[in-house]
């Protein structure tokens, strides 16, 4: 919804149907406490300023998790890379 501005476009990029995304929207609103998601005129969508906030602290999320796997990635690598030397 974020990205394509109506949950017909959130519901195909996810292969979900819009019902489902709908519904899915709701059901994350109703776990947060507020809603995530509203109708914005004809077949748009938008996020509540509490989505935006909740999208917002989840991208952060996903980087700091993305940087820790890559070290450790990294940290795999150089020990696979060691156990290849020692054979």
């Known amino acids: 919804?974020?990205?394509g501005g109506s949950m017909?476009?959130?519901a195909a990029r996810?292969?979900?149907?819009?019902e489902a995304a709908w519904e899915r929207a709701a059901d994350l609103g109703r776990v947060l406490g507020k809603p995530v998601v509203v109708e914005a005129g004809g077949e748009g969508a938008a996020l509540t300023p509490f989505g935006r906030a909740v999208?917002?602290?989840l991208a952060q999320t996903l980087d700091a998790f993305a940087t820790l796997v890559e070290a450790e990635t990294r940290r795999l690598e150089e020990r696979l890379a060691g156990l290849s030397d020692e054979a």
């Open 8 to 10: 017909s476009r959130a």
């Open 1 to 3: 919804v974020s990205e």
């Open 14 to 18: 996810l292969a979900v149907s819009e």
């Open 55 to 57: 999208r917002d602290a």
